[in-house]
T-cell receptor
Framework: SAVISQKPSRDICQRGTSLTIQCQVD?????MFWYRQQPGQSLTLIAT?????????ESGFVIDKFPISRPNLTFSTLTVSNMSPEDSSIYLC?????????FGQGTRLTVV | AQSVTQLGSHVSVSEGALVLLRCNYS??????LFWYVQYPNQGLQLLLK??????LVKGINGFEAEFKKSETSFHLTKPSAHMSDAAEYFC?????????????FGTGTRLKVLA
């Protein structure tokens, strides 16, 4: 199994600013995944982050808007840049262990 | 590409009644299938998963799901609903591309249990 800690758990931010979300895993993992869950909707994969290489972004998501760092095998950050109210969502970090994904508790972001 | 369809964004059942949440998938290869539950203001919790082997999978909290390849379905059932089962349920399929697994989630079904 894997235990994932995300910080912050929630935040209210002004439009135009940026927020960096941290994800810490209690074991070393090759890949870390970042998802977005917009209000009342399902999870959408933003990007996959491998240690030592640039993150791979899904269609509709770009590095300038969602830069990701992966400095080691247990940690990653996702930044939501130049925020607008449309970025209000839950952002979830995930890892795969034993053939199944584990999720952090999420970061609930509200942009005002 | 693989995809998941959950029929019914909202399902209401009476306490003690059968719970049936529908999930259909599309996949060109044998899939791995998952059901997750999300309680209000909480993260995702795995209910059960199918990888290989027995097609009837038992999970936590009395839930089970049956993989039916001929119907490309993986419906979630529970014989008797409890009030505590009220939550959002997500079906997911794994999508292995370029040597890595990605997980595709359905749009979710919100289960309401009526007293």
């Amino acid at each position: 199994s894997a235990v994932i800690s995300q910080k912050p758990s929630r935040d209210i931010c002004q439009r135009g600013t940026s927020l960096t979300i941290q994800c810490q895993v209690d074991s070393q993992v090759t890949m870390m995944f970042w998802y977005r869950q917009q209000p009342g909707q399902s999870l959408t994969l933003i990007a996959t982050a491998n240690q030592g290489s640039e993150a791979t972004y899904e269609s509709g998501f770009v590095i300038d808007k969602f830069p990701i760092s992966r400095p080691n095998l247990t940690f990653s950050t996702l930044t939501v840049s130049n925020m607008s109210p449309e970025d209000s969502s839950i952002y979830l970090c995930s890892v795969e262990v034993g053939g199944r994904p584990f999720f952090g508790q999420g970061t609930r972001l509200t942009v005002v | 590409a693989q995809s998941v369809t959950q029929l019914g964004s909202h399902v209401s059942v009476s306490e003690g009644a059968l719970v049936l949440l529908r999930c259909n998938y599309s996949s060109s290869v044998p899939p791995y299938l998952f059901w997750y539950v999300q309680y209000p203001n909480q993260g995702l919790q795995l209910l059960l998963k199918y990888t290989t082997g027995a097609t009837l999978v038992k999970g936590i909290n009395g839930f089970e799901a049956e993989f039916k390849k001929s119907e490309t379905s993986f419906h979630l059932t529970k014989p008797s609903a409890h009030m505590s089962d009220a939550a959002e349920y997500f079906c997911a399929v794994s999508d292995k591309t370029s040597g890595t697994y990605k997980y595709i989630f359905g749009t979710g079904t919100r289960l309401k249990v009526l007293a």
